[in-house]
């Protein structure tokens, strides 16, 4: 079982062919690296509540209308919109912080300004712009708020993630080739006005030994209030993009081994080769997840110097629910964790809620007995829920971080 878990994970990202045997970044050089040892943390086992992490909770009932059906998707939440890349049709629409949906932001097709596969998008740092990113047609449009195509740009082969706004004129994006190479622009910068591109890292790598492109775990490459902040797959450090288009190493995880992962490995050598990925980096704690036989959750915490690993919870949770995250100590509902790719703006982070799900779920004593701060956010999630319908949208907690 914990072998299929690892193979798994390892096959979902087999659409890139290739195995990195370094890392580097010539350019940039200086930093107050922080070391975190990753083997003395797994044993430390200590429970973590979101009242430690978070201030404030707000829930947002989006509008619900046959425009704006929201399935799921990426989501970002600025001061004045809340943006929303839908995932069943694709479809990018744009509400307002209270839920009122506005406009959508393009449409499906082929024509100027159009897109047919979105996978990606940001706001700019003032939100009055729009990116989004078209895999298949290989474009970054750019929308005002009000709907109209500002510019369309032409992108890189092989976009792995992103592309974030550094300000608003340029936006950043993590590349993979899907050839053999033997030195790549990893982290590109774009100028939208002038459409230049700039390498800001760069990456080493090679063919296996039995000369396999292979297959490899995701990288990571994720917003923050700090920048962007990013890591491969098979590297231990983690770095930082700033909106001054400088790149820094700000932590590096001494862990297992570096090991290439390979399409003619067996079973027990994948069993044997573990991987540190990174989840989310907040002002006050940094989560990231890795595998080593079995699937672990770590914590940093800069202010005591300490890394800690979640214990694995299986009571007070929905069927077929995450058995690892934080004690949820504010809203009632299921343990919280940040996945590959949560996006963090204005010391905030969010997920959709279905409403299905929570008349389920407030159905249980999870619910209604749960050891909580305060039952604030529990009644107002409560009051919420029993005034909706089934086919409504989904409801959107947003969690507000402690500074």
């Known amino acids: 079982m914990k072998t299929q878990l690892i193979f798994r994970t390892i096959l979902s990202f087999s659409a890139f062919t290739f195995v990195l045997s370094s890392c580097q970044n010539p350019k940039n050089t200086e930093s107050?690296?922080?070391?975190?040892?990753?083997?003395p943390a797994l044993a430390n086992y200590k429970e973590f509540r979101l009242s430690e992490l978070v201030d404030s909770i707000e829930f947002i009932k989006l509008e619900t209308s046959k425009e704006c059906l929201v399935s799921n998707g990426l989501k970002v939440i600025g001061k004045k919109y809340i943006l929303v890349l839908n995932s069943r049709p694709p479809q990018v629409l744009l509400f307002d912080r209270t839920g009122k949906f506005l406009r959508p932001i393009g449409k499906v097709g082929k024509g100027p300004g159009e897109y047919t596969w979105p996978i990606s998008l940001d706001l700019s740092p003032d939100e009055s712009r729009v990116i989004v990113h078209d895999g298949v047609?290989?474009?970054?449009?750019?929308?005002?708020?009000?709907?109209?195509?500002?510019?369309?740009?032409?992108s890189p082969s092989g976009v792995e993630a992103g592309p974030y706004y550094l300000d608003k004129e340029n936006i950043a994006f993590l590349t993979t080739p899907f050839s053999d190479s033997m030195h790549y622009p990893h982290v590109r910068i774009m100028n939208l006005l002038t459409r230049k591109i700039t390498p800001v890292y760069y990456i080493d790598f090679r063919r296996n030994p039995d000369q396999q492109a292979g297959v490899y775990l995701q990288n990571d490459f994720h917003r923050t209030d700090e920048g962007i902040i990013f890591k491969h797959s098979l590297?231990?450090?983690?770095?930082?993009?700033s909106a001054d288009f400088k790149v820094k190493p700000v932590y590096a995880l001494h862990s297992f081994t570096n090991r290439a992962i390979y399409t003619s490995m067996t079973e027990q050598e994948i069993e044997g080769v573990s991987t540190v990925g990174l989840s989310c980096l907040t002002s006050k704690f940094l989560f990231f997840i890795g595998t080593d036989k079995e699937r672990f959750h770590l914590v940093y915490n800069p202010l005591t110097k300490e890394t800690f690993s979640l214990p694995e919870i299986r009571e007070c949770k929905l069927q077929d629910s995450y058995n690892y995250g934080i004690i949820n100590d504010l809203d009632g509902t299921d343990p919280v964790w940040f996945w590959g790719g949560s996006y963090l703006r204005n010391n905030r982070f969010s997920n959709f809620f279905q409403v299905i799900?929570?008349?389920?779920?407030?159905?249980?004593?999870?619910?209604?007995?749960?050891d909580l701060k305060t039952t604030q956010y529990r009644d107002q999630l409560r009051k919420l829920v029993e005034a909706s319908s089934e086919n409504d949208?989904?409801?959107?907690?947003?969690?507000?971080?402690?500074r």
């Open 393 to 402: 949208n989904p409801i959107l907690r947003v969690m507000h971080l402690r």
């Open 137 to 154: 047609q290989r474009f970054f449009l750019e929308y005002s708020v009000e709907g109209s195509l500002v510019a369309s740009n032409k």
């Open 235 to 241: 590297c231990d450090t983690i770095y930082c993009l």
């Open 357 to 370: 799900d929570l008349k389920e779920k407030i159905k249980t004593d999870c619910f209604n007995k749960a």
């Open 32 to 39: 107050n690296l922080t070391t975190l040892d990753i083997i």
